[in-house]
C-alpha cells in the first residue's frame, strides 16, 4: 500500500530536530525528501552516541527514509543546484537564519515566483517580527525565555526531552498538510511560519490561557518580583517548593548556569557552537581543538570543563554575558517566568498571544494559532461558544422547521444556551 504523500516531492534544508522531524514524519508517509546537507553534515551527525565518524544517534532518529546529498551551499553553482531542486519541489521544510535565505536566493519570495505551487515552510527561533526575530535559539533557550523550566534547589532543571522542538515539528507537519490541502483546491501553495517561541505557548496552552475576571490582566509581575527580591526573598523562594536534582553529567557549554546576579542559558548544541563558546568564555578545551586529544575519562573531563565553565560564567551579571554572546551571534538566553511572557512586546508583536471577549466571562487572553499561513491565514475570530448557543442555528441548516425545532426544545432532548450574567 502507498502512503498518503507518495509521489511528493520534498526538500529539507534544516538541522538538528525540529525540519528534520518533520521532513521524516512526510517521508514516513511516502514523501521523497532530499535532505540538503552541509559537506560536514547535520550537525545532529554527531550528537549523542556516535556509531561512526557520521553516524550518531540523534541524527538517526530524526532523518529515516529519506535522500542525503551534501554539498557546499555557499557555492554560486550549488545554490543553482538547489534553486532547480526546488523549482520542481511540492514542499520545502527551512529553519534558515532570518536573512540567510535571502542571501542565498532560497526564500519564499524568490522560490514562489519560480514555482508558485510550493509550500514553503519556515522554522525559526523567535518569529519572523519583533526585536528577537534574528535571534538564534534551541529547544531549552525557548523553554526558558517562556517561564517553563521548573527551578530546583540546585538552580533550573530543563526536562530531559527537547519537546519544544518536537512541538515545532508536528505544528509544521499540520501545517504542510493543510496548505496542500488548500492548493488541491486553488492550485496555489504558500509560505508557513512556525516558531520555537510559538510552539513553547502552544505546550503550556494549559497555563497561558488566561481569563480577566478570575486571573486580573496580569501586568506587573516583573515589578512584583523585584519587590520580593529587595525585601531579601530569593527566587526560589518566589516560586516556592523545590525539587531535589538527582546526579547527573551536564555538558560543559550547553544548559543553565548561575551568573553574578541570575542564572544564563547556553544552547550551543553543535560543535562549532562549542567551539565558540569555549572561545568566549576564555577556556581552553583540548577536547574540542585537539583532534589528537585522547580522553581517557569523558566523565571526569565532562565535569573539569562544566565547572570552568559555570566559574566564569558566575563572575558577570546576565546582562553582561547576554550582550557578549549576541554580539558574537551564540544562543544564550536569560531564565524567565511564565508570567513575564503576559508583557513581553514580542509576544505580541508576532501575534503569539491574542485577546478575545467571551459572551459569558468576558475578557480573555489566549494562545494564536500556532502556524502563520501566507495565503490562508488562521484567526480567533470567537472565543469559544456557550453550550448550546448554535443548537438551532445548526438544526435549521439540517433541514428541520421551526416547528419540529421547538417540540425537541420542550422534549428536552435538544437544548439552548443558559444566559448568565457577565462578571
Known amino acids: 500500500m502507498q502512503g498518503p504523500y507518495t509521489g511528493l516531492k520534498v526538500i529539507e534544508l534544516g538541522r538538528f530536530i525540529a525540519a528534520p522531524y518533520c ?61 532547480g531542486l526546488l523549482h520542481k519541489a511540492d514542499v520545502t521544510i527551512v529553519n534558515f537564519r532570518p536573512g540567510q535565505g535571502e542571501k542565498l536566493g532560497l526564500d519564499y519570495e524568490t522560490v514562489s515566483r519560480a514555482n ?103 501586568k506587573g509581575f516583573v515589578e512584583h518580583l523585584k519587590t520580593a527580591f529587595a525585601d531579601g526573598r530569593t527566587l526560589t523562594d518566589v516560586l516556592g517548593e523545590r525539587e531535589t536534582l538527582k546526579p547527573s553529567i551536564n555538558p560543559p557549554y550547553y544548559g543553565f548556569f548561575e551568573t553574578k546576579d541570575g542564572y544564563i542559558v547556553i544552547a550551543a548544541g553543535g560543535r562549532g557552537l562549542q567551539v565558540r563558546v569555549a572561545k568566549l568564555l576564555g577556556i581552553e578545551d583540548p577536547a574540542l581543538t585537539d583532534p589528537n586529544f585522547k580522553i581517557d575519562d569523558i566523565a571526569a573531563h565532562t565535569r573539569r570543563m562544566r565547572r570552568r ?78 453550550l448550546g448557543k448554535h443548537t438551532r442555528e445548526i438544526l435549521t441548516e439540517a433541514g428541520l422547521s421551526e416547528p419540529a425545532i421547538n417540540r425537541l426544545f420542550a422534549d428536552g432532548v435538544i437544548r439552548e444556551p443558559t444566559r448568565r450574567q457577565r462578571p
Open 23 to 83: 521532513g521524516q514524519l512526510l517521508a514516513d508517509g511516502g514523501a521523497d525528501v532530499i535532505k540538503v546537507e552541509p559537506l560536514v553534515g547535520d550537525d545532529a551527525r554527531r550528537n549523542g552516541t556516535r556509531f561512526s565518524p557520521t553516524e550518531a544517534r540523534q541524527y538517526l532518529n530524526k532523518n529515516r527514509g529519506k535522500r542525503s546529498i551534501a554539498l557546499q551551499l555557499s557555492d554560486p553553482r550549488i545554490t543553482r543546484i538547489v534553486q
Open 116 to 218: 508558485p505551487r510550493i509550500v514553503y515552510a519556515q522554522n525559526t527561533a523567535f518569529g519572523p517580527k519583533g526585536p528577537l526575530a534574528g535571534k538564534p535559539g534551541m529547544d531549552i533557550l525557548l523553554q526558558a525565555y517562556t517561564g517553563m523550566t521548573p527551578m530546583t534547589e540546585s538552580g533550573p532543571r530543563p526536562p530531559a526531552d527537547p519537546f519544544v522542538d518536537y512541538t515545532a515539528a508536528l505544528l509544521m507537519a499540520w501545517g504542510i498538510a493543510t496548505a496542500l490541502y488548500n492548493r488541491e483546491r486553488t492550485g496555489v501553495g504558500q509560505k508557513l511560519d512556525v516558531s520555537l517561541l510559538q510552539a513553547a505557548l502552544v505546550i503550556q496552552n494549559n497555563s497561558i490561557h488566561h481569563v480577566d475576571a478570575v486571573d486580573g490582566w496580569r
Open 309 to 386: 565553565s559555570a566559574a566564569r560564567l558566575a563572575e558577570e551579571t546576565t546582562a553582561r554575558w547576554l550582550a557578549k554572546f549576541d554580539a558574537a551571534g551564540l544562543p544564550a538566553g536569560e531564565y524567565r517566568l511564565k508570567d513575564e511572557i503576559f508583557e513581553d512586546p514580542h509576544v505580541w508583536e508576532n501575534g503569539y498571544l491574542t485577546r478575545l471577549e467571551h459572551e459569558e466571562v468576558g475578557g480573555m487572553t489566549v494562545v494564536a494559532p500556532p502556524v502563520r499561513f501566507s495565503e490562508t491565514p488562521l484567526s480567533t475570530t470567537s472565543a469559544s461558544p456557550a
